[in-house]
């Protein structure tokens, strides 16, 4: 089969300014000029910090008065956890979401098989989801939120379950994502993440965004961390220490 056709990068990046309060409680989130681009980005923060809200409102699943996402691309947002229809299989999955994203039937299904393969699971195609193990449930995620054609896949905490080598495959995928063309960002807890592809890390404590730059200045401040008089430095090591 050959390669899927790579889907486009943003057309241009967008900068967005928004506070969110979570009307139940916990999961507010303040962003001032957050650059919104394709760039390979790691979200990164302690459980709690914000993470999973300020992908949500990125996705236009929770919303802010007065935020306007029309800048944006389409975006897909994958969840931590994963929720098959009962009694699907890997291509039944992919394709349903695709069809309830706004594809035809036919498209869905038709591209779906492509996607499946990018991500590893052409041999498992009709497995059904619920006999899959935690790194290919993952892989299926990955393969549905590609197949809805979005162009920035926002992906909350993939890896937070998975063993060791599961967690390696993961990481190819996002480097072939990468290379397609796709918009990436994905949040952890793990600051070990950060690593190839990702060229920019997003620090969030406490629902503020508490540093946002290239790797290198990221491991150079972990570098400095026990510089009481850097406060990067130290608002970094609260952020990043469980």
């Not at 681009?37 to 699943?61: C, Q």
């Not at 929770?62 to 098959?84: E, K």
């Not at 920035?152 to 379950?161: G, K």
Request: aromatic share 6%; charged share 15%; net charge neutral.
């Amino acid at each position: 089969m050959s390669a899927p056709v790579p889907a486009q990068s943003l057309a241009q990046d967008t900068e967005l300014s928004f506070s969110y309060r979570h009307p139940g409680g916990p999961g507010a989130v303040t962003a001032n000029d957050l650059l919104v681009s394709s760039e390979p980005t790691l979200l990164l923060g302690v459980n709690g910090a914000g993470k999973t809200t300020l992908m949500r409102v990125l996705a236009g699943h929770l919303r802010v008065r007065g935020l306007d996402l029309s800048g944006l691309p389409s975006v897909s947002y994958v969840p931590q956890f994963f929720t098959p229809v009962r009694g699907f299989t890997v291509l039944d999955h992919v394709s349903y979401v695709a069809w309830l994203d706004g594809q035809s039937r036919a498209a869905a299904a038709k591209n779906a098989p492509q996607w499946v393969d990018f991500v590893g699971l052409g041999d498992l195609a009709n497995r059904k989801c619920a006999q899959l193990s935690g790194g290919q449930q993952a892989k299926v995620q990955l393969a549905t939120a590609l197949n809805t054609g979005a162009r920035l896949l926002l992906l909350d905490e993939p890896s937070a379950s998975l063993d060791p080598l599961a967690k390696r495959e993961l990481q190819d995928l996002y480097r072939n994502i990468v290379a397609a063309g796709t918009g990436l960002w994905v949040s952890t807890h793990q600051p070990h993440e950060v690593t190839d592809p990702f060229t920019r890390v997003i620090v969030l404590h406490q629902g503020t965004v508490r540093f946002d730059g290239g790797i290198g200045h990221f491991r150079q401040l972990g570098v400095d961390a026990t510089d009481k008089d850097d406060p990067a430095a130290v608002a970094l090591a609260q952020a990043t220490v469980r």
